[in-house]
C-alpha cells in the first residue's frame, strides 16, 4: 500500500471516487487529468488492495468506494488538513464533532440495519447548509455518498 499512496495522483483518483456520486473511470480520469491508462491501471491496484469495487454496467465500469476504502479515504482527509494547516473557525469544532458522532452511530447500523440510515441522511443534508469549512463539507458529502451506496444496495 505504501508504493500507491506515496504519489498524489492516487490520492487525487481516491478523493475522486469518494466524492463523485458513482463515477466512471472516464469520470475519475477527466476529474483528475490523468490518461485513462493510468487511471486504469492505479483502480486496479486499489481494487486489488480492496479499496474500490469496479463495476460493469452498461457500457461504462462504476467505481465505488469500499467500507475500507471509505476509512482510507477519511484518513488521507485528516492528514491532508493538518499539512494544509487548514482553520477551524468558530463553531467549526462543535460541528466536526457532531459529525464525527453521527458518523459514529451510522457505522454501527450501516451493515446490521441499512434501513435506518435514510433519516441520517436527511439530517447530514441539513447539516450541510450550515457547515462553511470546505473540508467538513468534503466529509460529509462522502458519508452522504456512503449511505446512498448502502441504501441503493439495500
Not at 9 to 14: A, Q, S
Not at 93 to 99: A, G, V
Request: hydrophobic fraction near 40%; avoid cysteine.
Amino acid at each position: 500500500m505504501r508504493g500507491i499512496f506515496l504519489h498524489e495522483k492516487p490520492v487525487e483518483i481516491l478523493s475522486a471516487i469518494a466524492i463523485l456520486r458513482d463515477p466512471s473511470i472516464s469520470d475519475i480520469a477527466r476529474e483528475v487529468k490523468s490518461p485513462f491508462a493510468h487511471t486504469t491501471k492505479t483502480l486496479k491496484r486499489m481494487e486489488g488492495l480492496g479499496l474500490i469495487e469496479i463495476e460493469a454496467k452498461k457500457r461504462a465500469k462504476i467505481v465505488r468506494l469500499t467500507d475500507k476504502g471509505f476509512k482510507v479515504y477519511e484518513k488521507f482527509v485528516d492528514l491532508l488538513s493538518l499539512f494544509e494547516g487548514t482553520k477551524m473557525e468558530r463553531g467549526d469544532e462543535s460541528s466536526f464533532q457532531k459529525l464525527k458522532e453521527m458518523e459514529g452511530r451510522i457505522e454501527k447500523i450501516e451493515n446490521a440495519r441499512p434501513e435506518l440510515l435514510a433519516p441520517h441522511l436527511r439530517d447530514l443534508r441539513l447539516m450541510k447548509r450550515e457547515i462553511k469549512n470546505k473540508i467538513i463539507l468534503e466529509q460529509i458529502t462522502v458519508l452522504e455518498n456512503r449511505i446512498e451506496t448502502k441504501l441503493n444496495r439495500y
